[in-house]
C-alpha cells in the first residue's frame, strides 16, 4: 500500500520499474483506491509473483516546468 500525501496536487501516478529501466505490469483489480481531504491518496498494487531486489518504485510528479499548454483542435474525428 502507498500513501502520498499531496496538497498542491502536482502527483501524477507511480511507475514500478526492473532493474533495466523496464515498467512492470500491476494489477490493481479489486484493490484499493481512496483519496482524503488535504490531499491524501492511498493507493494498493499487487505486483504478481516475487519481487526481486532491484525492483525500483517511481514517483510521476508535475512541476512548474513540466506543465505545457498548447492549443489544438479536432475536427471531423470519428467516435467509436
Not at 500525501?5 to 520499474?17: I, W
Not at 482524503?36 to 532491484?54: F, H, I, V, W
Request: no cysteine.
Amino acid at each position: 500500500m502507498v500513501e502520498i500525501t499531496d496538497p498542491h496536487h502536482r502527483f501524477y501516478r507511480v511507475e514500478f520499474q526492473g532493474g533495466h529501466g523496464e515498467s512492470l505490469r500491476y494489477n490493481r483489480n479489486g484493490n484499493s483506491h481512496s483519496s482524503g481531504s488535504g490531499g491524501t491518496r492511498s493507493d494498493t498494487y499487487q505486483l504478481g509473483a516475487e519481487l526481486s531486489s532491484d525492483i525500483r518504485m517511481v514517483l510521476w510528479i508535475i512541476t512548474d516546468r513540466s506543465r505545457v499548454t498548447v492549443p489544438f483542435s479536432l475536427t471531423d474525428v470519428p467516435i467509436q
